[in-house]
Each structure stands twice: as C-alpha cells, then as structure tokens.
C-alpha cells in the first residue's frame, strides 16, 4: 500500500483525485504503476488502476496478468473491477471504501460477481483511514 499511496501523490500537479495503484508480482516486486489522470489527459478511462495494468501489461509483455495483485488507495469503480477481472488478476486489494461507486463490495461486486469468467480474491479496508484522508483532504480544499 505504501507504493500505492506514493503514486497517488503524483496527482498534486493536477485536478485529479489523488488515487493510486500498483500491480505487484508473485515475489512482491512492483510490476506496475498508475494514478489518476483524468483531468491531465482529458481520458475518462484514465484511472489509477487502469493505469497501472496497462503499465504491468507492458512490463510483462502479456495482457493476461495472472500470479499478481492490484494495491488501490480506494476501492475500484465498476470499470477498473472488470479490468480487473478481465487481465486475471488474482487478488484485488484496497484501501477506503467508495459507498457511491465502489465495485468490489460496497455498491456492486463487480469482482465477485458468480457468473464472471475469473472470480480474484478481494481485500478491502487496507490502512483504510490513511488511505481515505487523502481523498478527503483534497475535496476539502475543492469546497
């Protein structure tokens, strides 16, 4: 989670909402890197963890991300689940809970959904607090 907080951080030079995430390997080695950059890009799929996916995508050289976990400071949306799902990641772990769009529990379980092709394992409320004041000190400072 420390990576993932590192990387959302990196969306102080913009609008974005600061959220990152990384892909990480089956030894822990980070394989892939992402935050928000929306704003910056004029890309609604630019998402942390869109972002990070494509970069593991490109690291390891396949679209088929097997053997790794995807680390979010906030719970994925329903789009960045069902990337998620779709590059086989194998567990899903996040920080904050998003009570108006998360998909992994909170609103939708897009993740876990029983019909899906490949079900990840998901782990949510991970340093949870840290996670969330980042998020609430930036809507603050938008208010």
Known sequence: MDAALA??????ASADVPIGAVVVD???TV???GF???EAHHDPTAHAEVQALRAAGRHLGRWRLSG???VVTLEPCV???GAAVAARVERI???AYDDKAGACGSVWDVARDRVSLHVPEV???VRAEECAAGLVDFFASRR
Do not use: P, Y
């Not at 990387?7 to 102080?12: E, G, L, P, Q, Y």
């Open 79 to 81: 789009m960045c689940a």
């Open 123 to 125: 782990v949510g409320g």
């Open 93 to 95: 772990v996040f920080g």
């Open 31 to 33: 394989i892939g890197t």
């Open 36 to 38: 928000n950059e929306r």
């Open 26 to 28: 089956a030894s822990g």
């Open 68 to 70: 790794t976990t995807l």
């Open 7 to 12: 990387a959302a951080a990196h969306t102080d």
